[in-house]
């Protein structure tokens, strides 16, 4: 995703609404997120489908690597041998 252009990709609702169509192709074409303001405040952001899908999977990513590292440092952790033990006993007593 392309960081934000002050000059270009803020825009008033009122205007938003009036060229939906042109926003749109602007969204895409220029690949900047698009701020939508309402009364000169931000009120929203137009991400393009693919920025949106690579922001959730880059915060599933993060959230996955925090609980790693709170795993970690709560002592929640296997070494190799004892993962080993944990699955045999698992497949042993007949749990997947």
Do not use: C
């Not at 000059?7 to 169509?21: G, L, M, R, Y």
């Not at 970690?72 to 033990?85: A, I, Y």
Request: proline fraction near 4%.
């Amino acid at each position: 995703m392309k960081t934000i252009s002050i000059s270009n990709d803020i825009v008033p609702i009122a205007e938003f609404k009036t060229n939906i169509s042109k926003w749109f192709k602007t969204l895409q074409t220029s690949g900047h997120p698009l701020i939508i303001t309402q009364n000169s405040k931000p009120a929203g952001v137009l991400l393009s489908a693919a920025d949106y899908d690579e922001l959730v999977y880059r915060k599933a990513f993060l959230d996955s690597v925090e609980r790693g590292i709170a795993d970690v440092d709560s002592g929640r952790t296997l070494t190799t041998e004892g993962l080993r033990k944990s699955l045999q006993a698992r497949r042993s007593a007949g749990n997947p």
